[in-house]
Nanobody, 125 residues
């Protein structure tokens, strides 16, 4: 089972990026999914999570109104649209799958597994 995050890069403040998380060897539609980020010297924090059928979403306070999590279960892919980026958004971004199908909208890193390789997002002028 692998989750691969992609779409990161260098962007100027105020810019946008769209991250993708593709799965292989695992059907994501049965699980809530989450995006997390980790800046140098800091803990891994939740950015957003989404329920199995996209009916519910959770966002951290720092990204509410700027980021949008979505998923396409037919494509086995989860997305994170990031707008109005600031230097404080600079981090490695990871996607992960909920540990259990019973978790509706988890947002604690401990409730996630199958952490994919991250993608670097750098916001700088």
């Amino acid at each position: 089972v692998q989750l691969q995050a992609s779409g990161g890069g260098l962007v100027q403040p105020g810019g946008s990026l769209r991250l993708s998380c593709a799965a292989s060897g695992l059907t994501l539609s049965n699980y809530a999914m989450g995006w997390f980020r980790q800046a140098p010297g800091k803990e891994r924090d939740v950015v957003a999570s989404i329920s199995r059928r996209s009916g519910r979403t959770y966002y951290s306070k720092s990204v509410t109104g700027r980021f949008t999590i979505s998923r396409d279960n037919a494509k086995n892919t989860v997305y994170l649209q990031m707008n109005s980026l600031t230097p404080e958004d600079t981090a490695v971004y990871y996607c992960a799958r909920a540990v259990s199908t019973t978790l509706v909208i988890p947002h604690d890193p401990a409730d996630f597994t199958h952490w994919g390789q991250g993608t670097q997002v750098t916001v700088s002028s």
